[in-house]
Every structure is written in structure tokens, then in C-alpha cells.
């Protein structure tokens, strides 16, 4: 048997919040389940980073539920002391909706759902082929993993990306409707300060216009030790600013934010998001773009571009294959 390569149920590539939510599920069934993600972190958008003695969340910067079921993951997630709710409404204007955050902070959300599974992280899939009645994934590592299904959840242009280089051909109308989905960009500066914000309580808010989409102070939302903010730029900005110096367009979006700054900025950092949000949703949960063996692509742009909706697609992914490999026990 070649070393260098592994054999399992179900493969779930993507450890975002889809990719884990659909790994728990297909375990929880009874599958054998390796979930690989290219970096070094699990979480996808769910992301945390720490420098100069301050921590960010410098992705996704809350979560809200309205279905039943993603709340009863909030409330374990709660109980198990790796989330809390933040706020309930912006600068005094409480709305009774409930927004929550990571407890230390995003990345412990993912962290807390990653528990328990097979997760192998720095394993960047380069191509998926079919071989027989499987699925083939290559790694850059050398690494190749093979399933009887897969659960693909990175942004819809890398996942097709890795059908191309496995030869694999989707049908024309599929095709078509996938490379409909597009994605914002955002640019985000991490900027540690030299004494406290101007920022409101309970520490965000989304101006009006301008370049700046949302600004934190993630002081007063209780994850950094020290005065810092996350600055996130709206989709133009980061489009127009993408291929250019991110220090100078970091500068830039910290001089847009100078009336809520308050104070001095001591050091920035700044991340780029390709894929931040996606500007379309499929009408579907999930797309099942092979039945044998089955192949399902899942994600926040199938079933909304909130974290809740990528855990609702993550569902509905490990129900598809679930209901597939039932049929082939049946046609058996």
C-alpha cells in the first residue's frame, strides 16, 4: 500500500465553518471523515491574529442566527465557554437581534466545531480526480487522499479551479451557473493604537459612506489587550486598491478613520480577503455537481453570505451525500 496515500469515507475539503459543520455531520452518521484545509489555522473567515501584544478578529466580525438549529450550535458553543453574545445593536439602538463573538476571540468558534475530527491543516489540494467509483485528491505535500465522496467548500472559483486540474468536466449549464458566483473583496488594516479609540460601545460600527465598510475596536469588544482596531474596506476600495501597495493602502484607510481613531497608531497590518463575501447566492443549500461517486460543493455562496448560512449549506451538503450513499447501498 503506498504510504503516501490515504483512504477514507468521505473527504471534506475546507475546514471554514461549511466544511467542519459538514464533517461533524457525516461523523456523527457513522462515516469516516478527513477534512484537510491549505492553512495553518482552522476557521476559513472565522480568523484571529495576534501582534504587538494585541489580537484581532480581522474576518468575519460576528455571527447572527435565525435558524433553530445553527442557535442550538451558538448556545453549546456558549455552554462550552468558546463563544458569548457581543451586542444586540449599534450605538444605543438595540434591535433585540443578537450578535455574537468568538470567546477569546473568532478563531475559537471554528477551533471549538474542529474538536473531535480528522483535520489535517497546511495539506493545499492542487487537484481532485475521479479514479473508478472514488475521488482522487492531490496535495502539494505529495500526500493523496482517496474517498467515495467529497464535500468541496473552498470559494466556487477554487473549487472549480481543482475539478479543471483533475480533468474533471462539469456540465455546461453547472458550469455556467457556478462561474455566475462572484465575490467581494475586502482589504483589512489591523492597526494597534497608542491609547484608547473614539469607536462607540460596544465597539463597531458601519459608516455611512466612504471607503471604510466597518471599523471595530476590539478592546471594547473584549478580545485585544491592548487599544486596537480592525478597518474593513468596502468592496470598491479594495478592488480599485488590490494590486497596489497594501502599506500605502493601509495608510489610507486609517487616515479615512481618523475621527474614530482617537489616537496614534503604533504598528498596522493588513490582509487582503479575495473571497470576503459572496456578491450572488445560488438558490440551492448545495450544489451536487457528480451523484457517482457523489461530489457536492457547499459554502457561504449557497446558502447565504453569513457564517450561519455556510453552516446551513455545510448540512445540507452532508445531507446529499448521505441520502447518495444510501441509494448505492440500495442499487447494491
Known amino acids: 500500500m503506498d504510504p503516501t496515500e490515504q483512504t477514507t469515507d468521505v473527504l471534506v475539503i ?115 480526480r475521479q479514479a473508478g467509483d472514488r475521488w482522487r485528491a492531490e496535495t502539494t505535500t505529495g500526500r493523496t487522499f482517496t474517498a467515495g465522496a467529497v464535500v468541496l467548500t473552498p470559494p466556487v472559483p477554487q473549487s472549480l479551479a481543482l475539478l479543471d486540474a483533475g480533468g474533471i468536466v462539469v456540465a455546461p449549464e453547472m458550469r455556467a451557473r457556478l462561474a455566475a458566483i462572484k465575490y467581494e473583496r475586502c482589504l483589512a488594516v489591523m492597526a494597534v493604537l497608542d491609547g484608547p479609540s473614539h469607536i462607540p460601545p460596544p465597539g463597531g460600527l458601519a459608516p455611512a459612506d466612504g471607503p471604510i465598510a466597518w471599523i471595530a475596536d476590539n478592546q471594547l469588544k473584549g478580545i485585544s489587550a491592548e487599544p486596537a482596531v480592525t478597518i474593513h474596506a468596502t468592496h470598491a476600495f479594495s478592488l480599485e486598491h488590490w494590486e497596489r501597495d497594501r502599506q500605502e493602502s493601509g495608510r489610507a484607510l486609517l487616515g479615512a478613520a481618523a475621527e474614530w481613531l482617537g489616537a496614534g497608531v503604533k504598528t498596522f497590518q493588513v490582509h487582503g480577503w479575495r473571497y470576503s463575501k459572496p456578491m450572488r447566492v445560488d438558490e440551492e443549500p448545495c450544489v451536487l455537481v457528480s451523484q457517482s ?29 448521505l441520502t447518495k450513499h444510501e441509494d448505492s447501498l440500495r442499487a447494491s
Do not use: N, Y
Open 14 to 128: 475546507g475546514a471554514g465553518m461549511a466544511g467542519l459543520i459538514a464533517a461533524a455531520e457525516l461523523q456523527r452518521a457513522g462515516r469516516r471523515v478527513v477534512v484537510l484545509d491549505k492553512s495553518r489555522g482552522v476557521g476559513g473567515r472565522l480568523a484571529s491574529r495576534r501582534f504587538d501584544g494585541a489580537t484581532f478578529d480581522h474576518g468575519a466580525q460576528f455571527i447572527t442566527t435565525r435558524d433553530p438549529r445553527f442557535a442550538a450550535v451558538l448556545e453549546q458553543g456558549r455552554q462550552d465557554g468558546a463563544m458569548e453574545e457581543w451586542f444586540r445593536g449599534f450605538a444605543g439602538a438595540a434591535d433585540g437581534h443578537a450578535r455574537w463573538r468568538g470567546k477569546p476571540a473568532m478563531s475559537a468558534v471554528a477551533k471549538h466545531l474542529a474538536l473531535g475530527l480528522d483535520l489535517l491543516l497546511e495539506m493545499p489540494v492542487v487537484a481532485l
Open 293 to 321: 461517486p457523489p461530489l457536492v460543493l457547499a459554502g457561504d455562496a449557497f446558502a447565504g453570505p453569513r457564517v450561519e448560512g455556510a453552516a446551513l449549506s455545510g448540512w445540507a451538503a452532508a445531507a446529499a451525500i
